[in-house]
């Protein structure tokens, strides 16, 4: 069984950072892309950054580049999401999904991805 566990949503005020982490059991880790999404209420979930199996090949959305740095340890079976100058406007449920199939580079689509965290809220503060 696939799971993935995030932690270290929180609160912060703008221009703060945070760190959320994914650690996922039951597929070999070091196979599969993975990615980071986030929906905020009302509106519809987006790409957050992706990052390929290999850590060679990432991601982001526009709205992050720059900002955010998605990074994995292979040994440890955890993926990150270092979020720095963080603005109202990335308060969302942040979630990570591993890739649908193996050796891919992932995608910004939510479809390429099978399995998902539970989600962890991040909250920013103007």
């Known amino acids: 069984q696939v799971q993935l566990v995030e932690s270290g949503g929180g609160m912060v005020q703008a221009g703060g950072s945070l760190r959320v982490s994914c650690t996922v059991s039951g597929r070999t880790f070091s196979n599969y892309a993975m990615g980071w999404f986030r929906q905020a209420p009302g509106k519809e979930r987006e790409v957050v950054a992706t990052?390929?199996?290999?850590?060679?090949?990432?991601y982001y959305a526009d709205s992050v580049k720059g900002r955010f740095t998605i990074s994995r340890d292979n040994a440890k079976n955890t993926v990150y999401l270092q979020m720095n100058s963080l603005k109202p406007e990335d308060t969302a449920v942040y979630s990570c999904?591993?890739?649908?199939?193996?050796?891919?580079?992932?995608?910004?689509?939510?479809?390429?991805?099978?399995?998902w965290g539970q989600g962890t809220q991040v909250t920013v503060s103007s």
């Open positions: 999904a591993v890739a649908r199939w193996p050796r891919t580079v992932g995608g910004a689509l939510p479809s390429l991805y099978d399995y």
């Open positions: 990052i390929s199996r290999n850590g060679d090949n990432t």
